[in-house]
């Protein structure tokens, strides 16, 4: 099996070689940034998988990077940010970040968000490929593709997650906790409610 191939872009130096060890127990990949030029320039030769995006960046700072980016691709992204406000957080996911983890952090949380995220795309090989058809709405949960009326729509694995789970259950009403579980099945990761009212709302946006 292929490893997982993960870009940290950090500019600490001792938080980027801590996370990189960690994901090397893991198994897995990595390469590293200390800006966010050098981090979409990387991408071009780099073929991430998820991306470890630091808010406080020297040249242009995370949110802009993660723009960039999401004119492009829908690689999955784990925000870090140093700010504690609640705002920073909702910002990013709105942008479309899938996650974040406020610093200081433990890197055992970190790579446990990681793992979640990696669970929640990777096929279920023992079942035949699941679609759904509602209305204008197709659904592709091999491909992770979302198309609406025909037209194709990015939306990050979280919000994916989440969509599929409405989708597969039309007509029922949920509350905020049964979406996060929905969302985050694993009892390890720990959320703020107002995560899944900014992933509803990216939602109807598209």
Do not use: C
């Not at 950090?10 to 994901?23: Q, S």
């Not at 795309?121 to 979302?146: A, F, G, N």
């Not at 906790?177 to 598209?206: A, F, G, W």
Request: glycine fraction near 4%; charge should be neutral.
């Amino acid at each position: 099996m292929p490893k997982k191939r993960i870009l940290i872009v950090e500019d600490d130096p001792h938080i980027a070689d801590l996370i990189r060890l960690y994901t090397e127990k893991e198994g897995w990949d990595s390469a590293t940034a200390e800006n966010g030029a050098k981090a979409l320039s990387l991408l071009k030769s780099y073929p991430a998988e998820l991306i470890v995006l630091d808010i406080m960046l020297p040249d242009m700072d995370g949110i802009e990077v993660l723009r960039e980016v999401r004119k492009e691709q829908s690689i999955p992204v784990i925000f870090l940010t140093a700010k504690s406000e609640e705002i920073d957080k909702i910002l990013g996911l709105e942008l479309g970040a899938d996650d974040y983890v406020t610093k200081p952090f433990s890197p055992k949380e970190l790579i446990a968000r990681m793992k979640a995220i990696f669970r929640r795309l990777q096929p279920d090989t023992d079942k035949k490929p699941r679609s759904i058809h509602v209305r204008d709405l197709e659904m592709d949960s091999q491909k992770m593709e979302v198309r609406v009326k025909g037209k194709a729509v990015r939306i990050s694995g979280l919000e994916f997650t989440l969509l599929f789970f409405l989708a597969s259950h039309p007509g029922q009403v949920f509350s905020r906790n049964q979406l996060m579980d929905s969302m985050y099945p694993e009892n390890d990761v720990l959320v703020i409610d107002r995560t899944v009212d900014v992933h509803i709302k990216n939602l109807r946006k598209n």
